[in-house]
């Protein structure tokens, strides 16, 4: 193989969750045949650079954000024109993040850096909505047998925002009865002993997600997994 | 993006299930570093190549197979050493085939080209024992959710043969009874009507997967789900 003229860039799809919202990271585009528009903060992976580190290196170049969760979720290379620049894949991958606790900043590449609900994106270049559109499934999917929600959540939360983020991330009612029996009986929510009124309802109890008991029954075989009717 | 240093190969890591046996398809390398030695059939990209077009060719090249599933598995470039040649990035493909129904030559870049049994694997060069582990990984875990395990038996199967299969796959016992009762209630197998000698057990009805049936099924919603306790 002497030469090859593809090249190779990576795409952090990663979602935010806020008062019953889940919304996208996006940039708007400083330089290139797109600029001016939204896109998705990625860019060109370089030489001897892993996967996973140029991803979160441009993310964290144009949005300041660093994330906790971030995995790899599909490669985009079917399609030989998805860029006008010649012939691109992407390695998209898929983060979690609460934006109360991140401090968006646009940088290099970016002029602009926003959240944008996910049920009101712009119509976006590239086949980036595709991307998205696999993010949201990959996220829809996986909630039921991955406790991933806890990434979107706050460290501490009152149970019905986590009835709440299940419910917009599946876009769907949930049985609450059956989802809070479920969700209680895999001992990994503790109570703070706090009490937080939400909305003109009873002060809830404040909960707080056991990572280190999850990694525990997880390594001796234990499956996370909740089922919607 | 003036350069980039970086090129792009597919691996297609295809099972074969045969005789309560689960199967690797590996080639023998003819040129390049690893001559000589037993490795996925993959290949480097060709510019303007759609990724799903590359693999499929690569496959067919060096073992003259084509299957009918093939769905993308992972892509691998974290580790920037993993081809002595230079930073190479692989994307994986997952396949499944029937070796019976198969007529594997070795072709173009393979001198030689074998079904490995899973547990027998060779000791492979570059990632790709770690690239199999992964392909196993998918494998075992979308069979309780995706009806993928017919695509590794025949057309037509005794209820013993699929047992069989999701034994080998899994890895472990399986309940005999809640897994037919649960098969069975789908509705998506029919009985041809023949009944065939297997071992020293009475004869089985022969069942054939309703493709055609699963296909309306899922798209009005339904899930194909299996447990195993």
Not at 30 to 36: E, F, I, L, N, Q
């Given at each position: 193989m002497d030469s090859q003229n593809i090249k190779v860039a990576v795409d952090p799809v990663v979602f935010g969750y806020e008062n019953g919202s889940l919304f996208i990271l996006l940039i708007k585009q400083?330089?290139?045949?797109?600029?001016?528009k939204w896109v998705l903060p990625g860019g060109f992976v370089k030489d001897n650079e892993p996967l996973s580190v140029a991803v979160a290196r441009e993310l964290k170049e144009e949005t300041n954000v660093t994330v906790d969760y971030l995995e790899q979720l599909f490669t985009f290379g079917d399609d030989v024109n998805r860029d006008p620049r010649g012939h691109i894949i992407s390695i998209a991958y898929l983060g979690l993040a609460n934006p109360k606790q991140l401090d968006i900043q646009a940088n290099t590449d970016a002029s602009d850096v926003n959240w944008f609900e996910i049920n009101k994106l712009p119509q976006l270049p590239f086949d980036h909505n595709q991307i998205i559109k696999k993010g949201l499934e990959r996220l829809q999917s996986k909630v039921h047998y991955k406790p991933i929600g806890f990434d979107l959540l706050g460290d501490e939360f009152v149970f019905s925002d986590l009835e709440n983020l299940y419910r917009t991330i599946l876009q769907k009612e949930i049985d609450r009865r059956n989802f809070r029996k479920k969700i209680l009986s895999f001992g990994l929510l503790e109570e703070t002993g706090e009490l937080r009124k939400t909305g003109s309802g009873r002060p809830g109890a404040v909960y707080r997600f056991n990572k280190r008991k999850y990694s525990q029954l997880e390594s001796s075989g234990f499956h996370f997994d909740i089922k919607f009717a």
């Open positions: 400083k330089y290139g045949p797109m600029k001016g």
